[in-house]
């Protein structure tokens, strides 16, 4: 996650963002790796966190190929996708952690479930309408 904020508070030119982007994916892929271990030992309990980890990695990975491969719009794409991701990423560790969370705790469980998205989709769309190369 660290990777990740580092990445999207970086300038958006060679160098930290870049780094930190790919530090930020394949971090991911590992949590993803991890999440779907723990998911398989205890699927009534976790599955939920295998359908937000599937959902955070193909929504990087979107992400990531819009940039890698210069898809038409691909700054928008890209932006929305790792937006996502992060997002999604934030919901499962919340959805799985809050309970235990100073502050966290206090809220109700719906709250880990929306409170993500309700904080970063504004977050995203105020990227879009402000990276230069995403007006068009």
Known sequence: ?????????SPKCRGRHPTFGTIYYWGLVAVFVSATGLSVVRWAEDYH???LGVLALASATFGRAARRRRWTSWVRL??????LSYILLL???YVDNGKSLPLWRDLPPIAYWLLPAAIGLP???????RHP???Y
């Open 1 to 9: 996650m660290v990777a990740g904020a580092i990445a999207m508070l």
């Open 78 to 83: 890209h932006i929305t996708g790792m937006g």
């Open 133 to 135: 190369l995403a007006r």
């Open 123 to 129: 977050l995203i769309v105020h990227a879009l309408l």
């Open 91 to 93: 919901t499962a560790f």
């Open 49 to 51: 966190l295998f359908i």
